[in-house]
């Protein structure tokens, strides 16, 4: 029940398109979802956010969408470029940092 | 970029030895944590701290300990390392309970 599945864990996506990434949850008790994108040799950084009061959140290129009675949220990135190519992790979160609970990553590649 | 140093950033030991990684943070953050990142698994919180001297044990606690003398410093040690042990290991801080979490770039431990 503490677990976030994510999908796909790879993907390729031309330069200019639409890259998606699903995850999946049961705790209801969730109440934080963010995103975060990692790069090669990098620590993962904080990419976008959503609480479930809200169905969407768009920051530039990056939008989450959130379906709470499906118990789903998605990472769309519009326009991708090469500098996007990162692995990609979803998480969910309640109570405290130390409840973060992480998807297992989307390895994310843009063909130039 | 947070403040957080990480050391060492790679190191390979043997089966049955002692090891101790290091965190190290400027922005004097109250809560750190210790994660470690394998494929297929997203991270996984293995220690986290709330406070100097106090510390909670996370997900993957076996085989770790930690300490927190200091505001700034939080070390993992790892008192008998194993082969299931090898991973790369972050260590994160935040300023607040629910708080965006900063990453360190990560240490990678061969254990052979």
């Known amino acids: 029940q503490q677990q976030v599945k994510q999908s796909p864990q790879s993907l390729i996506v031309q330069k200019g398109g639409i890259s998606i990434i699903n995850c999946a949850y049961e705790n209801t008790a969730f109440d934080y979802f963010p995103w975060y994108q990692q790069f090669p040799g990098k620590g993962p950084a904080l990419l976008i956010a959503i609480r479930p009061d809200v169905s969407e959140k768009k920051e530039g290129r990056f939008t989450i969408s959130f379906n709470k009675s499906a118990k789903q949220f998605s990472l769309h990135i519009m326009d991708s470029q090469p500098g996007d190519s990162a692995t990609y992790f979803c998480a969910a979160n309640y109570g405290g940092a130390q409840k973060l609970v992480f998807g297992q990553g989307t390895r994310l590649t843009i063909n130039p | 970029d947070a403040g957080i140093t990480q050391s060492p950033r790679h190191k390979v030991t043997e089966t049955g030895t002692p090891v101790t990684l290091r965190c190290h943070q400027t922005?004097?953050?109250?809560?750190m944590y210790w994660y470690r990142q394998d494929p297929g698994h997203g991270l996984r919180l293995i220690h986290y701290s709330y406070g100097v001297k106090d510390t909670d044990k996370g997900e993957v606690s076996d085989g770790y300990s930690v300490s927190r003398s200091k505001t700034e410093d939080f070390l993992l040690t790892l008192e008998s390392a194993t082969s299931s042990q090898t991973s790369v290991y972050f260590c994160?801080?935040?300023?607040?309970?629910?708080?965006?979490?900063?990453f360190g770039e990560g240490s990678r431990l061969t254990v052979l």
């Open positions: 922005e004097n953050h109250r809560y």
């Open positions: 994160a801080i935040s300023d607040q309970r629910e708080g965006e979490l900063f």
